[in-house]
Every structure is written in structure tokens, then in C-alpha cells.
């Protein structure tokens, strides 16, 4: 596996990244004092379970991570924090902000130090983290959300031009979240493998038309049905969990939170497709595009029913009601044919043994930790351009000495890698 670089447009997207967060955070705010001036209690109740279920899934997976790496700390903001300190940050919701900032300041620290690539690596394995992150947060808290608010919109009739631009860019910044995956996802490719603009497009293209396709169709449901909605999704989310387990994932270092990882990857695939073993996955997919198709037009078959035999909320035309509909179901197909032009086009063909075969001549070099102290030490031994005694008591320049004792910092090359990403990377590419 190439070296990981740490480019400035990563920089920015990270950058933009946490400025977007706490954008959310000001509009999840606003809606919950918008949805109490309203008195909607019963949308403000759904709303804050989203907003609180959410963040503790990702805390709990946050603070996972870390004790699989035994709290070992890279950064400054964390190198003085103890395991208490920590688990203090995660049970007030505040461990996604902690890494954020570790990675703008790991990041910022790479522009001007004289070990570029160690802090890129750093840089790289965190922000690898963040993005798997910022994918669960996005599938329990922005996809259910967008659903509620179109729920609420359509509820009162208040469908405009501009309420439907504004729902576009909603699904448009879940599409954004996994484009970002998908990006994490291609720095595990070998270097002869470059990532194409165009690739990045069409993937974000037929991820937008499936995910807004699937969060329409269950906000039409739940417009006319809103109690069903719930049942819908326990039962969905069971059957969708029980072909999770049935994959055998093996993605977490504990039973306990493998467990978690398939609960939540059947939230993640009630809105969208979520590679989660290795080999080949073409019948899974199908299989699965197959299910959640049934039930897109199901929903809507359902809808288009109650509106044309008895309007509750709104009122709408019978062939309205069907082309809608029908237009919802069309949509999602022509999602599932871009996604087809991807594969088919833009899809790098990595087999799972060119993956590991990159990896293997990784696991020779050291981690950026081990790699800082094996720098700090030779520079204690060694002042470069300043002469040093030797034993017979003459002296011999620092460049001299490094090639006597051939103390030489393995820093420039170092190949930090993050394991969970990778064994994404291989559900995805083999």
C-alpha cells in the first residue's frame, strides 16, 4: 500500500467538515425550538430521540476505537488526557469534536514540520476514523431527520418550490457524507490507481437519486401512516439485521462491539447499501437493491392509495398522487443504472490478493509514534552539523556519525495504517 499524503484539499474538507458540524448542531437546535413554539410534541419527542440516539452511537463507537489502541494518544490536544478524562469527554457527547481536533491539528503541524510524512500518516489514520464516523452519524440522525421534516412539510401542505430545493441539498449532504467515505475508501487503492473526478461524480450521482428516492418514499408513508412508521422500520431493521449477522462481519475487536457494528449497519441499509464483508457481493447487492425496490413502491403504492380513497392531510389530484409515485420508483431504477455505469466504468478491478499483497510490505515499516521516538532519540545522540567525540576521543561530524551508527529515521516512509478502513476498503474493491 502507497504511502498515505495528506493533501491540503483534505485539509479544507476537514476543516469544512467540523465548521458543517457545528452548523448542524445551531440547526438541530433551531428545529427542536422551532417544533416547541409549534407545540409539536410529538414530532419535537422524534426529533431529540434521533438527535440523542445518534450522538451516543457515535461516542460509543469513539470511545471503542480508542480502547482497541489502548488510549494511545498522537496528538497534543490528547497526549495529556487520562483514560478518565476521556471517557468524561464521551459521555458529554463531546469525543467526535475531540478528533476533530486532533486531525486539524495534526494536519496544520505537517505543513511545517520537518517530518512531513510522519504527520501526514497521523493525519491520514484519524481523518480515516472521522469519515466512518461522520457516516454513522449521517444514516442515524441526517437521513431520519430529512424523513421527519418532509414528513412535516407534506403534512401541512406546505410543499413549495423552495422547500423542495432545500430537501435536495438535505440529500444532497448525505450524499456528500458518503462521497467522502468513498474518498477515505480509495486511499487504500495502490498507487497506479488514481482517483478520476468523474468516478467521485457518478458515485455521488447514484448515491443522491437511491438515498433521496428511499427517503421520499418513507416520508409519503409516513404522511398518511404515521404510526405504521415506526413498525416499518423495527421490521425492515430486523430483517435487515438478521442478513447483517448472517454475513458474519468481523469488523470490531470485541464481541460486544461487533454486535454494535451490525445494529448498526441494518440502520445504515434501511437508506442505502453498505459493503460489509469481503469477496464477491453482486448477489448480496442485487438481492438487497431487489428488497429495498419492493418496498419503495410498496410505500408508495400505499400512499397513492390513501390519497386518492381518503385524504386525510392533503388533498391532491388522483393522477398527481400516481405520478408522483411512479416517479419515485423511476428515480430509484435510474439510481441503480448509474450505480451500474460505475462498476462498469469507474470501479478500479482489485482483487482482495493485490490488496494484501500492498499491505504486506507495510507492515514492515514502524508506527508514527514509534517512528517519532526512534527521531527524538537519534537527534538527543546526534547534533547534526556540529561535531561529535567518539570513543578514541576525536570528533566526527553528525552525517558522519548517522552512518556509523546507521541510526537512519524510518519517519519519511512511515505507512501508518488504519485496519478498520482497510478492511472496508477490501469489502469494497475485492
Given amino acids: 500500500m502507497g504511502v498515505f499524503k495528506y493533501s491540503p484539499v483534505d485539509f479544507v474538507l476537514t476543516c469544512l467538515g467540523l465548521i458543517f458540524l457545528l452548523l448542524d448542531i445551531a440547526l438541530d437546535v433551531w428545529a427542536v425550538v422551532s417544533l416547541y413554539q409549534e407545540k409539536a410534541y410529538g414530532s419535537l419527542g422524534v426529533l431529540v430521540l434521533f438527535l440523542v440516539g445518534s450522538s451516543v452511537l457515535v461516542q460509543a463507537f469513539s470511545w471503542l476505537w480508542f480502547s482497541y489502541e489502548n488510549f494511545k494518544m498522537e496528538t497534543t490536544v490528547g497526549k495529556d488526557l487520562t483514560k478518565r478524562q476521556l471517557k468524561v469527554l464521551h459521555v458529554l457527547q463531546l469525543g467526535i469534536y475531540f478528533r476533530h481536533a486532533g486531525v486539524v491539528e495534526v494536519s496544520v503541524r505537517s505543513f511545517f514540520s520537518k517530518m512531513r510524512d510522519l504527520d501526514e500518516g497521523v493525519a491520514v489514520f484519524l481523518s480515516h476514523d472521522l469519515s466512518m464516523l461522520r457516516l ?204 451500474m455505469v460505475y462498476y462498469k466504468c469507474c470501479h478500479p478491478n482489485i482483487g482482495i490478493e493485490e490488496l494484501k499483497e500492498e499491505d504486506a510490505e507495510a507492515e514492515t515499516e514502524t508506527s508514527p509514534t514509534e517512528s517519532l521516538t526512534a527521531v527524538k532519540s537519534c537527534e538527543d545522540e546526534v547534533d547534526f552539523g556540529r561535531p561529535a567525540m567518539v570513543e578514541d576521543g576525536s570528533t566526527e561530524t553528525g552525517s558522519g556519525m548517522q552512518n556509523r551508527i546507521g541510526a537512519s529515521p524510518p519517519a519519511a516512509t512511515t505507512k501508518r495504517c488504519n485496519k478498520r478502513m482497510k478492511q472496508l476498503a477490501q469489502n469494497f474493491y475485492s
Fill in 136 to 339: 454513522i452519524e449521517t444514516f442515524s440522525e441526517s437521513a431520519p431527520q430529512l424523513v421527519l421534516m418532509l414528513t412535516i412539510i407534506l403534512q401541512r401542505s406546505q410543499l413549495d418550490p423552495w422547500t423542495v430545493l432545500k430537501a435536495i441539498g438535505s440529500a444532497s449532504a448525505i450524499a456528500c457524507s458518503v462521497t467522502m467515505y468513498h474518498r477515505s475508501l480509495r486511499s487504500f487503492l495502490p498507487k497506479k490507481e488514481e482517483q478520476l473526478l468523474v468516478s467521485s461524480v457518478v458515485y455521488f450521482l447514484w448515491n443522491l437519486l437511491l438515498i433521496m428516492s428511499r427517503i421520499t418514499a418513507l416520508a409519503l408513508f409516513a404522511s398518511v401512516l404515521p404510526c405504521f412508521i415506526f413498525t416499518h422500520f423495527f421490521c425492515s431493521w430486523l430483517v435487515l439485521f438478521v442478513f447483517v449477522w448472517r454475513s458474519k462481519t468481523n469488523f470490531m475487536d470485541s464481541t460486544r462491539g461487533e454486535w454494535l457494528y451490525r445494529v448498526t449497519v441494518g440502520i445504515i441499509w434501511y437508506f442505502d447499501w453498505f459493503s460489509v464483508v469481503d469477496g464477491r457481493t453482486r448477489y448480496r447487492t442485487l438481492l438487497y437493491h431487489g428488497y429495498i425496490l419492493v418496498d419503495i413502491s410498496l410505500l408508495c403504492g400505499l400512499w397513492c392509495w390513501k390519497m386518492i380513497t381518503e385524504p386525510t392531510y392533503y388533498e391532491i389530484l388522483p393522477l398527481y398522487a400516481i405520478i408522483t409515485a411512479v416517479s419515485v420508483v423511476v428515480v430509484y431504477i435510474f439510481g441503480l443504472f448509474l450505480k
